[in-house]
């Protein structure tokens, strides 16, 4: 089994900045795509940014510019880094990896339990 346990989430006011961090533990084999996902109230889940293992990151337009996707692979954690926050930002941000474990054949994809990021105006 693989873990995903997300900090860095809270309250700021707008034009500040919040740095999320996503740790995977567990039966690690290697992490292929990691990712930030963020889900405003009555809204779908969007795609925030990703990273792959060996290519280049890729950003929602609404972030470009402001966020930063960053890995560890070392250790296993994916960080977003978000600069000037906007009240529309308000979220649950969700990381999502996907994982080929030791134990199980192929890739699988794990979420985190999400953070709540606040924006106030």
């Known amino acids: 089994q693989v873990q995903l346990v997300e900090s860095g989430g809270g309250l700021v006011q707008a034009g500040e900045s919040l740095k999320l961090s996503c740790a995977a533990s567990g039966s690690i084999f290697s992490i292929n795509v990691m990712g930030w996902y963020r889900q405003a109230p009555g809204k779908q889940r969007e795609l925030v940014a990703t990273v792959p293992s060996g290519g280049t990151t890729n950003y929602a337009d609404s972030v470009k510019g402001r966020f930063t996707i960053s890995r560890d692979n070392a250790k296993n954690t994916v960080y977003l880094q978000m600069n000037s926050l906007k009240p529309e930002d308000t979220a649950v941000y969700y990381c999502?990896?996907?994982?080929?474990?030791?134990?199980?054949?192929?890739?699988?994809?794990?979420w985190g339990q999400g953070t709540q990021v606040t924006v106030s105006s």
């Open positions: 999502r990896m996907v994982v080929s474990t030791t134990t199980i054949p192929g890739n699988r994809i794990y």
